[in-house]
């Protein structure tokens, strides 16, 4: 049974040479081809692909919002998002909604149809530069909780207090310590994560 693949994209050529792309490949058949996430949306319930191609960029509704609401209505759609975007926030945002696949173009046509397959199968295609970005953003959520695994009990409850936007006068009050006791302890976590700063401390604290 060939692979129904739905493609949104909102410039017109992209979409178009997309679309021929999958017709034309044995294995292979377009599901529907839509310019705005508003008539994906509308359309798709009735098509029934196995696997929607979408960018992030798209008029009105963003691409991030539809996967978001693909995922919550068809948990068995694979998202393959086709995208100039190569920025980790984009990535981790589309990869938390929901999508499956992270590609950025352009993208060789036998790629493509390589990624759509590797989806169907179960796959999570990517390009290179993401899969490498999905690696280190593991090892370094690694090292954070390494790194918090080493503080003592107080201060991990300073280090909590901070993160929550807490004056150090009021921390020392909340605690009973000294404004001092504070400061140093507040100094010790920083050399025990490696930071220089309570903004970089609490997002060490605070990383999933």
């Given at each position: 049974?060939?692979?129904?693949?739905?493609?949104?994209?909102?410039?017109?050529?992209l979409?178009?040479l997309?679309?021929?792309?999958?017709?034309?490949?044995?294995?292979?058949?377009?599901?529907?081809?839509?310019?705005?996430?508003?008539?994906?949306?509308?359309?798709?319930?009735?098509?029934?692909?196995?696997?929607?191609?979408?960018?992030?960029?798209?008029?009105?509704?963003?691409?991030?919002?539809?996967?978001?609401r693909?995922?919550?209505?068809?948990?068995?759609?694979?998202?393959?998002?086709?995208?100039?975007?190569?920025?980790?926030?984009?990535?981790?945002?589309?990869?938390?909604?929901?999508?499956?696949g992270?590609l950025?173009?352009?993208?060789?046509?036998?790629?493509?149809?390589?990624?759509?397959?590797?989806?169907?199968?179960?796959?999570?295609?990517?390009?290179?530069?993401?899969?490498?970005?999905?690696?280190?953003?593991?090892?370094?959520?690694?090292?954070?909780?390494?790194?918090?695994?080493?503080?003592t009990?107080?201060?991990?409850?300073?280090?909590?207090?901070?993160?929550?936007?807490?004056?150090?006068?009021?921390?020392?009050?909340?605690?009973?310590?000294?404004?001092?006791?504070?400061?140093?302890?507040?100094?010790?976590?920083?050399?025990?994560?490696h930071?220089?700063?309570?903004?970089?401390?609490?997002?060490?604290?605070?990383?999933?």
């Amino acid at each position: 049974m060939s692979i129904r693949v739905a493609v949104v994209e909102d410039q017109a050529e992209l979409r178009s040479l997309v679309v021929e792309l999958i017709s034309g490949a044995d294995g292979f058949a377009c599901a529907g081809a839509y310019p705005t996430a508003e008539a994906a949306l509308e359309a798709l319930p009735r098509q029934m692909p196995h696997v929607a191609l979408l960018d992030l960029e798209l008029p009105g509704m963003s691409g991030l919002d539809l996967i978001r609401r693909l995922s919550e209505q068809w948990p068995a759609l694979n998202l393959l998002v086709v995208t100039i975007h190569d920025d980790p926030y984009q990535i981790f945002r589309a990869l938390e909604a929901g999508a499956s696949g992270y590609l950025v173009k352009p993208v060789p046509a036998a790629k493509l149809l390589e990624a759509i397959a590797d989806i169907h199968a179960g796959g999570s295609p990517m390009s290179s530069q993401i899969a490498r970005l999905v690696v280190k953003s593991f090892r370094e959520r690694g090292r954070a909780r390494r790194d918090l695994e080493g503080l003592t009990p107080r201060e991990e409850e300073i280090l909590r207090l901070v993160s929550q936007g807490h004056a150090l006068k009021h921390i020392a009050s909340e605690l009973k310590l000294s404004l001092s006791t504070v400061g140093t302890h507040l100094r010790n976590i920083y050399s025990k994560l490696h930071v220089n700063s309570r903004a970089q401390a609490t997002a060490k604290y605070l990383q999933p």
